[in-house]
């Protein structure tokens, strides 16, 4: 499935407040795009190199020291960004 396709199944969900089929359906598919995953992991960097996300500067600096629950807000932001086109993935449709 297409990352434009994706963005418009997920604005409708949304819009419908349809949580099930984000968390069921839209985000296994969007999360299984390996242009996805590259650009995820740009973003975060590498366990061996792993890039300062939070701006904060007395918090968690990267997402690998992050607990899951914090790992899980910047995937969700991530892909928020991505499939409401406030993030453009380089070789993607958006």
């Known amino acids: ?3 434009r396709k994706l963005g418009r199944l997920y604005k409708e969900a949304i819009e419908q ?10 985000s296994r598919q969007f999360w299984s795009l390996k242009k996805v995953q590259k650009a995820f ?6 366990e061996d190199r792993p ?4 701006p904060n500067p007395f918090d968690t ?19 928020y960004e991505v499939l409401m086109g406030e993030h453009r993935i380089e070789g993607g449709a958006r």
């Open 41 to 46: 992991e740009k973003l975060i960097g590498t």
């Open 61 to 79: 600096p990267t997402y690998y020291l992050m607990k899951p629950s914090e790992q899980a807000n910047v995937e969700g932001k991530f892909m």
């Open 51 to 54: 890039k300062r996300i939070n």
């Open 17 to 26: 407040e349809d949580y099930e089929a984000v968390d069921i359906i839209i």
């Open 1 to 3: 499935m297409q990352l």
